[in-house]
């Protein structure tokens, strides 16, 4: 037996090309969305993942302020830009690409963007609306594995779910929004010591360590569904997730691809976040 692909890019495409609908639709009666990135410092991987959404946002129709700020700048400095977007009315989503430099606190910056334009779903009152079941933006990588799993039509009422990884950004919002739709989730991490019998427990696991092979095929049952959120380079140099993919593939039912997978879905939730920001604040 061979998993099925979850083609992420395929997914993603399927989702821009409607927002670029409802963008050209805005467009003849009003302003469209407009996404502001701000990216400090030159780090090689965040430059890459700041272009690749600014691409998005064009190839949809929704416009993007792009902050460049030097490795150097100042907290105080930062935050600055981010008033000054929060208070620009022409401006519906703001994104500063994380990591900061070491100079800078995180948890301020994310805290300072306005939560109604909190598009990276961030902002601890956007984490406490998922947590309570309330609305509010989600953030994107978790989103994207949701529309994925409604992609091949599983059933997760009542599956039992495994997460491994614990992070603000993947792990714990992806519990919370599997617990949502009546999953019986469970949490692993690096001090997890039963990970194996877990794993082979589980109906569906995602994994979201940044660990080559976390999981592999000995971890997994027949027909179960597996979601690799990781990204890493292998010994040649290329691209690779946090499963063994090759070896798990003989055994689940479904797998998503690295790369093709859950990357191209995250930021096309990016854009249905932006969307979603523009279209609340003209609703109310």
Request: aromatic fraction near 2%; charged fraction near 25%; charge should be positive.
């Amino acid at each position: 037996m061979t998993a099925k692909i979850i083609d992420g890019k395929a997914l993603a495409q399927d989702t821009r090309q409607e927002i670029k609908q409802r963008v050209s639709q805005i467009s003849k009666n009003q302003r469209v969305p407009c996404l502001a990135v701000v990216l400090v410092g030159e780090n090689p991987a965040s430059a890459v993942y700041v272009r690749n959404k600014i691409k998005a946002c064009e190839e949809v129709g929704i416009k993007s302020l792009f902050e460049k700020l030097p490795a150097e700048t100042s907290e105080k400095d930062l935050l600055s830009c981010i008033d000054r977007l929060n208070k620009d009315d022409t401006v519906d989503g703001i994104l500063v690409q994380l990591p900061l430099p070491k100079q800078i606190s995180e948890q301020k910056v994310i805290e300072a963007i306005r939560v109604d334009k909190d598009v990276d779903g961030f902002h601890l009152i956007n984490v406490g609306a998922l947590a309570s079941g309330l609305d509010g933006f989600r953030p994107c990588t978790p989103s994207g594995v949701m529309r994925m799993l409604e992609s091949i039509n599983y059933p997760l009422s009542g599956k039992h779910a495994l997460v491994i990884g614990r992070s603000n950004i993947v792990g714990k919002p992806m519990a919370l929004m599997l617990l949502e739709k009546n999953a019986t989730v469970t949490i692993a991490h690096s001090k997890t010591v039963n990970l194996k019998e877990l794993a082979k427990s589980s109906d569906i696991i995602v994994v979201a360590t940044g660990r080559q092979k976390t999981l592999t095929a000995d971890m997994v049952k027949p027909d179960a569904v597996v979601i690799d959120v990781g990204i890493n380079r292998d010994a040649q140099g290329k691209l690779c997730g946090d499963v063994d993919t090759e070896a798990v593939m003989q055994i689940a039912g479904h797998i998503t691809p690295v790369p093709g997978g859950v990357g191209p879905m995250t930021i096309a939730m990016l854009l249905v976040n932006t969307l979603q920001a523009y279209e609340r604040k003209f609703k109310d």
